[in-house]
């Protein structure tokens, strides 16, 4: 069973309330969830929508069409109107409301919607008209006549109900569900504690779900103990969980929210190994003047030997590639979450994208060992936060961890044992005391000098060339020998790490899907869609692309008849990176560059065409 | 104390005024009697910036990138603020391309030690102008004069919010060394403008200049003793610290420990910080993570 | 001057002070008569930065990079001095990470205007501290007070070596479009300091806050007549900018137009600069280039 | 004929004059020279040396061995008694001095040099014997009574003719050529304005002339109109000639003697095309207050209509990533001039390497056009910083221009004629006056739009995804449209841009030779001397890497016996990167990262083993 919903609104207009509520009620009652917030660059006024795909199975990835559309403003409707293939849910008194008297959608899109609209017209009756001509069941709401009826009751002006349009627009669409309405209440008096407001709520839901009748027969399921978290708290949570003591950040979309996660939880209880007490350790979180400071200031916090990291997205990781190269000259383990946005430059920086690859792993001037490593859902980027630490104390090395913004603001429903990481075991790499005459950069056959901690002994670095001491050193020979010491370290990280930890394999076919990153929950999905279709093909998802899983990669493509990329970015990168590694070409292509996620019917239908008409290249273009 | 295995060759140029600093500092730290293994220089890039490398004592050193050591200096210091953190760095690295951290560090108020080499040339890349040289000046390896202005280091680190604002000559290392103890001691982030001559590239401010113009202030009582006086005594250091030309005053120009630190403050925030040293902490044992995440994922629960 | 096609829809928050400078930046332009075409608004990365996309008037704007405008606007000026060029930016892109280029560029003083939407939070990434909020404060979407000093844009910039410091209010339009006329008037770099309430993520310094508080100063004259004034009118503009509490004055700090600007200097070097605009040279002329490299090589012959 | 000579000592000790004066007489003479500057980072007292190629016919490489080695201090003969072949000059006074004692020696290389040494000993009289036991010609002089006899002549004291050494090593070797004695004393009173010290240098040259006989029996030969000059200038003095009128940096070697050369030649002449009046114009130069600032600032020139450009090397580069990103997404033309150093980090930052490719290859985040071109002599960095400017503006978007420090500090004589750029059009592409409705970003079949002036028309412009007026515009057909518009200028310029002119192709066989920048001149070098052994191979040399000319090097590479990879890197970036983009592998690789440029000897040795021996990677260590 699978379920698409989605509202849209204004920015600040309390849709975000509106749809969180919905999913809690949801979750609740058994659902697994996998929602995603698409919003403007934009504080107040701009479009934001949220999709959620709802199923009694858990479901990684968005729907292109959705079943219900609940909407209480125009513009939503506006943009969304021909993506709805259920309910539609609007605002009865806007329904004369003409496209070009909301300015809030930029002129490109007018044209664009009103072309769509056609002979229709250019109302939002035009629009509901559209949906109702290809089968959609229209359901207008008198919201004014609810606000108004719920400012009577409550004896309020109308000015401070305005609000209840949006739970009352969840409660219609909620109604559809054929779920029990107290779950729905029990949400709404849990989202608001002050009590006009959760009454007023609770009035308006109750009118709203009148307009409706059930339509498709949900019944409550039952719940394990399941969360429901976004790739940046699943992030945060996974860097406290490895023992993050220092966090640096310069307030950037999409990974800031991380950052305000682990400053509002700064103080972490731990177990003290010896006796067994529980104490509470600080965390410390700074915000600093920019990213500059943000990387070099982790770095430096790593030296004292605790886990440090920061977080960031393109732009702000364009700035911190000289401190990176200094971290990985000087062997510092330092984590760095990069969260992908829409590139290039400021771009679209509030939408999703993969296209910032290939910097990740060319980042800083010259040659030394890096560590890259993606995740493809939530579950994925919470123990890779915690990998990430291992392997950059392992490595002493940086480490860059890729989470897209289309998995930063997705949230999803995660059975608990999920999150068991009882198995990773921490690995702190080789630490020393130091001692009198310590030698930080010892040369080592596999490349790890033993480390020791600032403080600890007396030690140097340097970001020139150095000796095994630590100190400035131009000499040739001791060149050739520390340099190749670091670029070992990437070599012994390639024979220790199993290549199966680095690329996983769903399925097995002829025909592969090459992925990385959020399509990953996509392409599952759309799996599944084809294997009714009686279709099978094999995902290969990239996990590491740092040290690059060479020989597996070459094993699972070789022969292949068709290797299909799957990319959010202009010029497919993961394949040119498989290719750079393996002379292994993809054969087709099937690319987006507009910021929004890939959806499970775009990999379907791409797959179908590229299967039966060999399609060399599919454009992708899927969200409003 | 023990010596090191052989120290570095020191590769400065002869008659640099970076010698004068590097003893100094050296003096400041052993008198101050302070536990070596715990001392930590961080530097920029630029001749200064090598300074960590000829210490002869055994202390740590991490030579960073240009224009970034303040940065890296914080890190360390609230990672384990049990290290006494020093950071050296040319006027370039500090005032030129350091100077988002110059400033926004003030703003901080760690506690740490700032010391500027302030020669105003870029040594290390042959002699351009660097910001605390006057405009219209032309040392020799300029091929035309000067055309910015200069920075007023001292000015500047006083609005910035430095809370320890001090002035020294390297030449006079023995001044120079007690007012390096002072800003060691001092709690919260320290600033000290050294007048560094450069014989090589900066054939105006030699020290036959400097010295028929220093002179110590004694005049100036730059100490903060409650509240109310700081906006007067930032204004007295900063109008003081335009003294320049035939008279150039060294000393104090404005202390004030009234100011929490920046790790009281966060402190302030994470009581737990106040006797917690994270770098002490043992995150990992015997391959388990000692950090526990159940109350974190309970609010998640659905 | 002709209307754009379609004005773009400005999607700053209702209430937002944004507006008022918006406005009053349009007035002083069309109250100055300037040609509109060579009229550059550089703007940098936040609400701040969005204000070129929603002037009114058919002037040009470049919406740079986060912290960067500075850098932009000085290429553009002196690539081009015919230009009349605007930077404005947010608190945190000016004086966060944008800090090293706000003091840098004082050294210049290249003519241009510099305006600072000073609403102490970054506003498009959801309300963070700024550098100018005052440490210990917890607008509503921080998590935590503040644990960082503020600094003083007016203090800063007069360090800096800004030649024209002022601070407008947003709301009041007349008065903040008069100083932005003397602002864009003033010979040199002119910096503004405008207080900008942010109704949606600063609800510490609201209007109300402010309207309470402001004055303008009628008692202090900023103008600096001979050069021996310049230390005191600095340090005076410095004293008073710390005046912030009950009472918080609006106007002109400091003004000097006896420092010369940066392009008069390059001209010093470089006499031909007087007359010529390097943007308006015609560097190819029908496929041939017109510098001539001849000496540059007679001077390599062997 | 071909002779190789070398001089070291302390840098600051005027060994800098001595070698220029030296290279000046020899250019004087009719001979071609190539010679390159190794020392540290440092002012005064560490070791510097010159290595000079000395040839009746242009050559682009350095040896490994040298006929001629010259010297007056300590370290220098240590650094260098190996490398000798022909003649060895020492100070006679320092015979005794013990390698340990010259503190200026890295402790690593002590080590080395006092392995090196063995059963010698461990003084300079020990270096002697060994080089004089494998054949070479000692030759000691006794420069402490050259110094007294010229202060003695001069009455003047001891302190005041120190320096009198160098030029006395200068002359002691100018005396084994058999050239004529007024050449070096022309060029003496030449570089010498100061009357004292250009006698004192006479006769301290004259006195040196007398410990030695002619041995090399040169002659001066014809000389055409030549130039002598170094990568840096040469850069310079193209982009002037291109019309630079924008210049910026911040100081860092190798790259701000390019801009300081400019800042002296700030006023240039031009001639008004309509009246043929020669004026005066100004460069604008900049030093900034660090690379952010010198990128950006470079940016903001361009959108004036100005040709603008910046010089730095990898740790500004890598602080210039978000600004060039920018460049990308506004379109703006502006050069980066990329000084090649050792890298990662501070590195070795005046030594060379060519490990910076794949970070400018794939600088900023997010995918954007850019142009990537790579020197690899002399004659080659002139025209392609002109060429830059045409790339920038006909294609609207940065363009970066490498040259290693191999280059930039290199020196080398180059007949005017080999300068002359007459065939080079300006392109300054698609300019237009604007107007009224100008749409700065109009979306157009080739991806390039036409482009007016800032200050001509209104327009915006915005590192956010924008419309064609240059407004923000999150919309997604619009934002599809775009991307691939800016994209599509790559498509256009490979189609435009023949690949025979962005790969060189020398000679030819089955087994080639795959290199890029600076190792150009030493495989050409070695190409010859391999000839004369009945060893032919061919030479394809990447001159520019984006757009990659694939087709090209595909066909060239397709079916070589041996496709041998020479580059200054550890990972064999060029390698990897043709592997990218045709699939196809070098079979062997010659790889060096000790800092030190590759010699043509090694590259002939190297070649030798591997046709021989088939090795598969060789890595090369020369240099001190
Ligand atoms: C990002 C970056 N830009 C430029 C350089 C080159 N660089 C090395 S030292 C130096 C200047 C040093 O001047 P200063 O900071 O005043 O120190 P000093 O040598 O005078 O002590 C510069 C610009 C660098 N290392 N990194
Ligand atoms: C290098 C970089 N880091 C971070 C960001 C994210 N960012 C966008 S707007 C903004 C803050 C804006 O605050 P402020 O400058 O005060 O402007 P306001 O929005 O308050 O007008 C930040 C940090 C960015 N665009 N670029
Ligand atoms: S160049 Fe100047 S600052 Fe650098 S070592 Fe030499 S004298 Fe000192
Ligand atoms: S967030 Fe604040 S500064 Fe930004 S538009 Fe809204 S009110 Fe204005
Ligand atoms: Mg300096
Ligand atoms: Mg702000």
């Given at each position: 069973m699978i379920l698409t919903w989605m509202i849209g609104g204004a920015q600040g207009s309390g849709v975000d309330t509106a749809a969180n509520l919905f999913g809690n009620t949801l979750g609740k009652a058994g659902y697994y969830l996998f929602g995603n917030r698409e919003y403007y660059?934009?504080?107040?006024g701009r479009h934001s929508y949220f999709n959620l795909t709802i199923s009694d199975k858990p479901k990684h990835s968005l729907s292109e069409k959705v079943d219900i559309l609940t909407t209480f403003d125009a513009e939503t409707v506006f943009q969304h109107f021909h993506e709805v293939k259920g309910h539609l849910i609007y605002n009865k008194g806007l329904e004369n409301t003409k496209i070009d008297t909301v300015q809030s959608i930029e002129p490109e899109l007018v044209e664009e919607i009103s072309r769509r609209l056609g002979s229709y017209g250019n109302t939002i009756s035009a629009a509901v008209k559209f949906a109702a001509e290809k089968g959609v069941q229209v359901i207008p709401i008198d919201y004014d006549q609810i606000a108004r009826d719920v400012a009577f009751q409550l004896k309020v002006a109308l000015s401070v109900v305005e609000r209840v349009k949006n739970i009352a627009a969840v409660a219609a669409s909620y109604g559809l569900l054929g779920l029990k309405e107290e779950y729905l209440m029990q949400s709404i008096s849990r989202s608001f504690r002050n009590e006009l407001y959760s009454k007023m709520n609770t009035i308006g839901a109750k009118m709203a779900m009148s307009y409706v009748k059930p339509a498709y027969d949900m019944k409550e399921l039952p719940v394990d103990k399941r969360v429901q978290i976004d790739g940046n708290t699943a992030s945060a949570m996974g860097k406290i969980a490895a023992g993050l003591r220092f966090q640096t950040y310069y307030p950037i979309t999409p990974a800031s929210d991380e950052s305000t996660y682990i400053e509002a939880h700064q103080e972490v209880l731990t177990i003290d190994?010896?006796?067994g007490d529980k104490k509470r350790s600080p965390i410390v979180v700074v915000q600093t003047e920019d990213e500059l400071a943000a990387v070099n200031m982790a770095i430096g916090a790593a030296l004292t030997g605790v886990r440090a990291a920061t977080a960031t997205s393109g732009p702000g990781f364009s700035l911190m590639a000289e401190g990176i190269g200094w971290a990985g000259m000087d062997e510092v383990p330092v984590v760095i979450t990069y969260y992908i946005?829409?590139?290039?430059?400021?771009?679209?920086?509030?939408r999703s994208g993969q296209s910032d690859l290939k910097f990740a792993l060319n980042v800083g001037h010259g040659e030394f060992p890096r560590i890259v490593i993606a995740s493809g859902d939530h579950v994925e980027v919470f123990k890779d936060a915690i990998w990430a630490f291992n392997l950059a104390e392992r490595y002493q090395t940086p480490v860059i961890h890729l989470i897209e913004k289309g998995l930063a603001n997705a949230y999803t429903t995660v059975d608990v044992k999920e999150l068991d990481y009882s198995h990773i075991p921490g690995d702190r790499g080789k630490i020393v005391e130091g001692g009198e005459n310590y030698l930080r950069f010892k040369l080592a056959e596999d490349g790890i000098s033993p480390r020791a901690f600032l403080g600890r002994a007396h030690m140097y670095y340097t970001g020139d060339e150095h000796n095994e001491e630590g100190h400035i050193s131009e000499a040739s020979s001791n060149r050739i020998a520390m340099y190749a010491k670091r670029m070992k370290k990437l070599e012994t990280a390639d024979a220790e790490i199993p290549e199966t930890q680095r690329v996983s394999v769903f399925g097995d076919s002829e025909n592969v899907i090459l992925t990385w990153g959020s399509p990953k929950g996509a392409v599952l999905d759309a799996m599944e869609m084809l294997e009714k279709d009686g279709i099978r093909v094999q995902l290969v998802q990239l996990r590491m692309f740092s040290p690059f899983p060479t020989r597996y990669v070459t094993k699972l493509l070789s022969g292949k008849s068709k290797i299909i990329n799957i990319e959010n970015s202009y010029t497919g990168q993961a394949a040119s990176v498989v290719k750079e590694h393996t002379g292994i070409e993809a054969t087709n292509h099937v690319l987006k560059w507009n910021g929004r996620p890939i959806t499970r019917d775009e990999v379907y239908r791409s797959i179908k065409l590229i299967l039966e008409r060999n399609e060399k290249k599919v454009i992708l273009d899927a969200g409003a | 104390m023990q010596a090191l295995r052989k120290p570095e060759w020191n590769d400065w140029c002869p008659g640099c005024g970076d010698f004068g600093i590097l003893s100094a500092e050296e003096m400041a730290i052993k008198e101050l009697g302070l536990d070596l293994k715990k001392v930590v220089l961080v530097s920029g890039i630029g001749c200064s910036g090598k300074i960590p490398h000829f210490m002869r004592l055994p202390v740590s050193g991490v030579h960073t990138l240009h224009g970034r050591a303040l940065a890296f200096a914080t890190g360390v210091k609230l990672a384990n603020p049990e290290l006494e953190v020093i950071v050296n760095g040319g006027d370039g690295d500090q005032l030129g391309i350091g100077a988002g951290h110059f400033v926004n560090a003030g703003r901080r108020n760690t506690d740490i030690t700032v010391i500027l080499h302030d020669n105003m040339v870029y040594g290390l890349t042959k002699g351009q102008a660097a910001p605390t040289l006057k405009r219209g000046e032309k040392p020799k390896s300029l091929p035309r004069p000067n055309i910015n202005d200069a920075i007023n280091p001292i000015a500047m680190a006083i609005a910035a919010g430095y809370t320890f604002v001090a002035r020294g000559y390297s030449y006079d290392v023995k001044f120079l060394k007690d007012i390096i103890k002072a800003a060691i001691k001092h709690k919260g982030s320290a600033f000290l403008d050294v007048l560094q001559p450069c014989p090589t590239y900066n054939d105006i401010n030699t020290k036959e200049w400097y010295e028929k113009r220093i002179y110590k202030m004694t005049d100036l009582d730059p100490v903060v003793k409650e509240p109310g006086e700081t906006v007067e005594k930032m204004t007295k250091g900063i109008a003081r610290s335009y003294e320049w030309g035939d008279r150039i005053p060294l000393g104090i120009f404005y202390q004030n420990e009234l100011v929490p630190t920046y790790e009281e403050r966060i402190a302030s925030n994470a009581p737990s910080y106040k006797n917690t040293v994270p770098a002490n902490e043992k995150i990992v044992h015997e391959g388990k993570f000692t950090t526990l995440i159940d109350d974190l994922i309970n609010e998640k629960v659905v």
């Open positions: 660059s934009n504080i107040k190994p010896d006796t946005r829409g590139a290039p430059s400021t771009g679209l920086p509030t | -």
